[in-house]
């Protein structure tokens, strides 16, 4: 097991919300191989991956705010409104400070021969899948990879890549990342990146079925923690998982 803080984006992440991580897995009796890699301090990495994807005609600058995406008329998709293409014919030497930095995904799709499999353990999804064209363009659209105004490096990029990275063959993630699966692959076949095994796992929710999550408030493990619960109470909330 490997501990990765993805630290990237700058408006939410904290670095006492990284601390309360590490001090809340090893209360919880969980050990992790090798140093913490903090993503907040390889953006150089992923910027190299970005000028590799410019140099392949595979990206374009967007100056669209989610105004002006829902004014084009963008539909509802799988992850917010699919991106309608308004900034899509931009080339990168009009790049302004401030852009965003768009994966375009036709380009991107006919780079790759045929359609990768990648195998899904998690109860809702599982079986072997391969990358569905119809679905990435008509209901996930050109995904930012490197967001507007701040120029945070998106989870679509850095995760992928660091997976590759470290040599990771299994990962474990939420049902709500599912649907980001097929970006991720589409990246892994693009770098000639390794496809891990991945296992969605249902969230873990409270006593009304509402999620746990921080954007929701929900309650942190220290306060579980403080109210005397033990790590076998906090495990005995967790879904099944692999091996379990």
Same mark, same amino acid.
Request: proline fraction near 7%; aromatic fraction near 6%.
């Given at each position: 097991?490997?501990?990765?803080?993805?630290?990237?984006?700058?408006?939410?992440?904290?670095?006492?919300?990284?601390?309360?991580?590490?001090?809340?897995?090893?209360? $919880? @009796?969980?050990?992790?191989?090798?140093?913490?890699?903090?993503?907040?301090?390889? +953006?150089?990495? &992923?910027? %190299?991956?970005?000028?590799?994807?410019?140099?392949?005609?595979?990206?374009?600058?967007?100056?669209?705010?989610?105004?002006?995406?829902?004014?084009?008329?963008?539909?509802?998709? $799988?992850? @917010?409104?699919?991106? =309608?293409?308004?900034?899509?014919?931009?080339?990168?030497?009009?790049?302004?400070?401030?852009?965003?930095?768009?994966?375009?995904?036709?380009?991107?799709?006919? %780079?790759?021969?045929?359609?990768?499999?990648?195998?899904?353990?998690?109860? +809702?999804?599982?079986?072997?899948?391969?990358?569905?064209?119809?679905?990435?363009?008509?209901?996930?659209?050109?995904?930012?990879?490197?967001?507007?105004?701040?120029?945070?490096?998106?989870?679509? +990029?850095?995760?992928?890549?660091?997976?590759?990275?470290?040599?990771?063959?299994?990962?474990?993630?939420?049902?709500?990342?599912?649907?980001?699966?097929?970006?991720?692959?589409?990246?892994?076949?693009?770098?000639?990146? =390794?496809? =891990?095994?991945?296992?969605?796992?249902? +969230?873990?929710?409270?006593?009304?079925?509402?999620? $746990?999550?921080?954007?929701?408030?929900?309650?942190?493990?220290?306060? &579980?923690?403080?109210?005397?619960?033990?790590?076998?109470?906090?495990?005995?909330?967790?879904?099944?998982? =692999?091996?379990?």
């Amino acid at each position: 097991m490997l501990l990765r803080i993805e630290d990237t984006d700058t408006t939410r992440s904290r670095v006492e919300h990284a601390a309360d991580i590490v001090d809340d897995l090893t209360w $919880l @009796g969980i050990s992790w191989e090798g140093p913490v890699r903090r993503q907040s301090e390889h +953006l150089d990495a &992923y910027d %190299e991956a970005l000028r590799t994807l410019g140099a392949r005609g595979l990206l374009y600058p967007c100056s669209c705010t989610r105004r002006d995406i829902i004014d084009a008329g963008a539909k509802a998709g $799988l992850d @917010g409104f699919v991106y =309608p293409g308004t900034c899509r014919k931009r080339p990168m030497r009009s790049l302004r400070p401030g852009d965003a930095l768009r994966l375009n995904l036709r380009r991107a799709l006919s %780079e790759i021969p045929g359609s990768p499999a990648y195998e899904e353990d998690g109860p +809702l999804h599982a079986g072997t899948h391969r990358l569905d064209v119809s679905l990435l363009l008509d209901r996930i659209g050109d995904p930012v990879l490197k967001r507007r105004g701040s120029g945070d490096i998106a989870y679509h +990029l850095a995760c992928p890549h660091d997976d590759a990275l470290q040599g990771v063959t299994h990962v474990i993630r939420g049902a709500d990342l599912w649907h980001a699966t097929p970006i991720h692959v589409l990246l892994q076949s693009i770098f000639g990146w =390794p496809i =891990p095994r991945y296992h969605h796992h249902d +969230l873990i929710r409270d006593a009304s079925g509402r999620r $746990l999550a921080k954007v929701d408030l929900s309650k942190a493990i220290s306060r &579980y923690r403080a109210e005397g619960a033990t790590p076998e109470d906090i495990r005995a909330m967790l879904p099944p998982l =692999p091996g379990a």
